[in-house]
């Protein structure tokens, strides 16, 4: 299976630190991330749970629940969290998959056509398991990434794309470099006359690029 954007996630019940959850039902009405990490005790990685934990409350504000993946087992997640809480200075409260099985991994299209299964595996092995997707509330993907292993994932554009995707949810589209509060641009499907009724006041760039006030 490839997972593509506008696919519906797989209908999976995984195994967590924090116990058994459905992806689906875990997902419910909100939004969602799903991070994926090659290795526990890894350090780019434990940067980037790190940088996720910082940013519970901006989660909490856009209604959006996170969930790490990582390919070793319960016990060394908790371990690992521990060095997370040491580097970035609060405890994690998100769970973390279990994928040791790679069953996550597959059914999410994050391996590369080889792969060392599952012993004697080193995070080279699964170089590729390095992946974002953003969900919405109708658990679908709406946006995906892909890192390699020596760069570590900017998690304030991934915030930002997912005020873009939020905001996209309200009938417009963001520029490049759009940040939340700056004017959005209307569909080509609108006409003007539809725009201003819907929107407000259309500036018209291009008869093919207008924009508008952010909806609220």
């Known amino acids: 299976m490839v997972l593509r954007i506008n696919d519906t996630i797989p ?52 209604n959006t629940k996170v969930l790490g993946v990582s390919v070793d087992g319960v016990e060394d ?19 973390i998959v279990a994928d040791d099985g790679l069953e996550m991994a597959k059914a999410f299209d994050m391996l590369p056509s080889e792969y060392v299964l599952p012993d004697g595996r080193s995070p080279a092995d699964s170089a590729t398991v390095r992946s974002v997707f953003i969900i919405g509330p109708d658990k679908q993907v709406k946006l995906m990434m892909t890192y390699p292993m020596t760069v570590g994932r900017n998690f304030s554009e991934i915030l930002r ?25 209307v569909p080509t499907s609108l006409t003007t006359k539809d725009a201003e009724t819907k929107f407000g006041i259309v500036k018209t760039v291009l008869p093919y690029l207008r924009t508008v006030a952010a909806p609220r």
């Not at 997370?84 to 998100?94: L, T």
């Not at 005020?163 to 700056?182: E, F, I, N, S, Y």
């Open 11 to 62: 209908d999976l019940t995984v195994t967590t630190d924090l116990g058994e959850i459905n992806l689906r039902e875990w997902v419910g009405d909100s939004w969602a991330i799903i991070f994926s990490h090659p290795k526990d005790f890894t350090p780019v990685c434990t940067t980037e749970f790190s940088a996720v934990m910082q940013l519970a409350n901006e989660w909490e504000a856009r």
């Open 77 to 95: 997640h908790k371990k690992w969290k521990v060095d997370i809480e040491a580097v970035g200075g609060a405890k994690p409260e998100f769970a």
């Open 161 to 185: 794309s997912l005020d873009g995707l939020q905001m996209a949810a309200k009938g417009v589209a963001t520029p490049a470099d759009w940040q939340p509060g700056q004017d959005v641009i």
